[in-house]
């Protein structure tokens, strides 16, 4: 489907939530509830390599995690190219 101009204004203005992902792991239900405060889970992905950054469960690009005004943030360092993001959007929308 083609986007027009019009629809692409339109897309541009939505408000997103965009999470970042800084790794994950995989425990049992055991060991989740065991989990106390203090404890320390693990992550799959190593110290330094970023965290990937998600729109709507899809993955749109990836970031170096930074503290600024001591909160969180990421640098975005590789992200989907502008047409595939608006394309991605604009079918999502039409669903």
Do not use: H
Request: net charge negative; charged share 30%.
């Amino acid at each position: 489907m083609e986007i027009t101009e019009r629809d692409y204004d339109l897309l541009v203005d939505t408000q997103i939530v965009v999470d970042v992902m800084l790794g994950n792991a995989s425990i049992t239900i055991k060991e989740f509830l065991d989990l106390s405060t203090g404890d320390i889970l693990s992550l799959d992905k190593p110290a330094g390599s970023g965290g990937d950054i998600y729109v709507n469960k899809r993955i749109i690009g990836t970031g170096d995690i930074i503290v600024i005004d001591e909160k969180l943030a990421v640098r975005v360092q590789e992200a989907m190219d502008s047409d595939n993001v608006v394309r991605y959007f604009f079918e999502e929308n039409i669903r």
